[in-house]
């Protein structure tokens, strides 16, 4: 059997199929897990620790040197992506009550600002160039639920203590040291390690969840996710071309991460206020997921043609240029011969 592989060819499987799995125990068997020790923490009452370790485990990726190119654009592409979400975010909270037709602050805010990561490095490794690919350096700040709590915060919408800030900011913070001064660490967090902590964080997160929500989140998530690829792929694209990019870098930022499906519950943990929306909003977060991941890859693909186009049009015109330039050069040699 090749479980893995499966899973693996589900959009953001690792995170999307164990949290359904999760999700289906909660609906249908809600005490399954409930028999202590060990196995009663692997469902519901493990997920903070997991989120920590995985915090951990995502901070050891992020490069601490990089160079001004790659900075600039994914500086650039960082702040769109999270300038974005946080606008549409707000105003949805200052002008629709919270609730834009099935969709809450929080879920919008989750999805909008946070990248897959895979993708974006998939997308521009066999789309862009190398600056293209190296800008996710920068954007690599923006995994988990730091800016979402920084912006519910900060616009007081959530009520987040001064410590719980911190407590959310310290297990990224101390990934970031112990990978900048020790490769092998990085070797240690690396993807494979976060992927099997985001399998398990996952599934005690789908036991948070009770599928009968998605008969609500299911429309709303749909459009969340279009909505999430539309809106922020066209402003990341333009802030892209005018970092010096040609905008498939900002395309492919245009998805949810598959890890954004926990930032619902995470707020939830720290300002109690969100837990009553944070189920429905995990699942259409994970709808998000979903959708960008279909969606993202042909808004790239639209983008990278048209470079494709553009600079194949800009080199027949130079061969051009070249042989009428070249003919002018043999009438005046041919004249001086003459003469």
């Known amino acids: 059997m090749h479980i893995l592989k499966s899973i693996r060819k589900v959009p953001a499987g690792i995170m999307i199929v164990p949290l359904f799995i999760g999700a289906i125990l909660n609906t249908f ?7 202590g020790s060990f196995t009663e923490a692997m469902g519901r009452k493990g997920f903070p620790t997991l ?6 485990c995502m901070g050891t990726r992020i490069h601490l040197k990089a160079t001004p190119i790659i900075i ?15 606008l549409i975010a ?7 009550g919270g609730d834009l037709w099935g969709l809450s602050t929080l879920a919008i805010l989750a999805a909008m600002n946070d990248t897959n990561g895979a993708m974006f490095v998939a997308l521009t490794s066999s789309m862009g160039d ?19 709590l920084i912006v519910l915060a900060g616009s007081g919408l959530a009520n987040v203590p001064y410590m719980s800030m911190v407590s959310v ?21 690396g993807p494979s390690r976060s992927d099997l ?31 999430t690829c539309v809106i922020t792929g066209v402003t990341c694209i333009i802030v892209d071309i005018v970092a010096g990019g040609r905008g498939i870098a900002g395309a492919a930022a245009s998805s949810t991460a598959g890890n954004a499906a926990a930032t619902p519950k ?10 009553a929306v944070a189920p429905v909003a995990t699942l259409q977060v994970a709808a998000s997921v979903i959708v960008t991941a279909i969606l993202t890859p042909l808004l790239t693909t639209v983008v990278w043609k048209r470079v494709k186009a553009s600079e194949g049009l800009k080199a027949p015109e130079e061969a051009q240029k070249f042989k009428i330039s070249l003919k002018i050069f043999k009438k005046d040699a041919c004249k001086k011969l003459t003469v």
Do not use: W
């Not at 600039?72 to 946080?86: D, M, N, Q, W």
């Not at 707000?90 to 629709?96: G, N």
């Open 197 to 227: 902590v985001l399998l398990f964080l996952a599934f005690g997160l789908g036991n948070n969840i009770d599928l009968k929500a998605l008969l609500v989140a299911g429309p709303a998530g749909i459009g969340l996710g279009i909505a």
């Open 266 to 275: 995470a707020v939830a943990l720290v300002d109690p206020a969100y837990a």
């Open 90 to 96: 707000l105003a949805v909270a200052k002008f629709f």
């Open 72 to 86: 600039k654009r994914g500086a650039s592409i960082l702040l769109a992506k999270v300038g974005i979400a946080s």
């Open 130 to 148: 190398e600056n293209d690919v190296g800008s996710y350096v920068m954007q690599n700040i923006e995994t988990g639920p730091f800016f979402t």
């Open 169 to 189: 900011i310290a297990p990224l913070a101390a990934g970031m040291l112990f990978g900048h001064f020790d490769h092998d660490f990085r070797e240690l967090c």
């Open 29 to 35: 068997a809600p005490h399954m897990l409930e028999i």
């Open 51 to 56: 989120l920590g370790v995985y915090l951990f």
